[in-house]
């Protein structure tokens, strides 16, 4: 039976997500390098990537782009990592190497709507903020959309507040979202990413959060106060009976988070990197 699978993997603070359609295209949205899991090694066998998608250029969402440039492409999306100053995107000598990768595959490779094709059920949006500011990479966040049959995911990216207020506007990006299963949360769960005008389109069953170990960077992230709040609870299929339904997941207590879809129902998993049928 065709699945839409999603892996989002725990690279501490920043995001990977490896997503394979029901027919077999497959989409990486983000790719930052982490201490737990490394991009470039976990897809050491995929030669081929449908699309690459790098939601806004801020490093802990591309550092590990220059091993994967070294793979076919078919697509490449992106928000133009020109119109931001290089000392906005990274901070760390090291970060030179991934802008210069990231502003070449920008030049030289296309996005492509039909790399991860439509159909049988299968559809996957992507959604351009509308009201960016050139001094912060974060309001150029690229929102995506993967849904199959009744389940539907929603990617954050980190988009703020302001972002979300301002493609809400748009009455194609609300029909788009309504029905929304699970939401991978925007900002990493900080305050900055929340918006309550979002909770009045979509009622998730799961919010899924992606970051690092507590420590005085991210002393404001909000999952357990806003977030828990917010999503109905979904059953974690590798918990025991009874104590199986959550609302939220992170990959900081629960590792890689995998999610799969087929026509009829869906599943997810803690400290799951990938399950092959």
């Avoid at 039909?114 to 959604?127: C, D, I, L, Q, R």
């Avoid at 009045?200 to 420590?215: A, E, R």
Wanted: glycine share 6%; hydrophobic share 35%; proline share 4%.
């Amino acid at each position: 039976m065709a699945k839409l699978k999603i892996a989002i993997l725990n690279v501490g603070h920043g995001d990977f997500v490896y997503a394979v359609s029901p027919t077999g295209h497959n989409l990486i949205i983000d790719c930052g390098d982490g201490e737990e899991i490394v991009p470039s090694k976990f897809l050491s066998k995929v030669a081929s990537i449908s699309e690459l998608q790098v939601s806004h250029p801020h490093t802990d969402h591309f550092s590990d782009i220059a091993a994967l440039s070294t793979k076919t492409i078919h697509s490449f999306r992106t928000p133009n990592p020109n119109n931001f100053e290089e000392k906005l995107i990274g901070w760390r000598k090291s970060d030179s190497s991934a802008i210069r990768t990231l502003k070449s595959l920008y030049g030289k490779n296309k996005a492509d709507n039909n790399a991860v094709p439509f159909g049988g059920g299968f559809s996957h949006t992507v959604w351009n903020p509308t009201n960016v500011d050139f001094k912060d990479p974060n309001t150029a966040s690229l929102v995506t959309v993967l849904a199959f049959h009744d389940f539907k995911i929603l990617f954050g990216a980190d988009l703020p507040t302001a972002g979300w207020e301002a493609l809400l506007k748009k009455d194609d990006f609300v029909k788009a979202i309504r029905g929304t299963t699970v939401y991978k949360v925007a900002h990493h769960g900080r305050k900055v990413g929340y918006s309550e005008a979002l909770f009045k389109v979509i009622s998730p069953m799961l919010c899924v959060i992606s970051d690092k170990t507590i420590d005085d960077t991210n002393e404001n992230t909000v999952a357990t106060n806003y977030y828990s709040q917010k999503a109905s609870g979904a059953l974690v299929a590798n918990l025991p009976a009874g104590n199986n339904t959550r609302k939220v997941l992170t990959t900081r207590s629960d590792g890689s988070i995998f999610i799969e879809a087929d026509e009829k129902n869906w599943w997810v998993y803690k400290d799951t990197n990938w399950k092959s049928d």
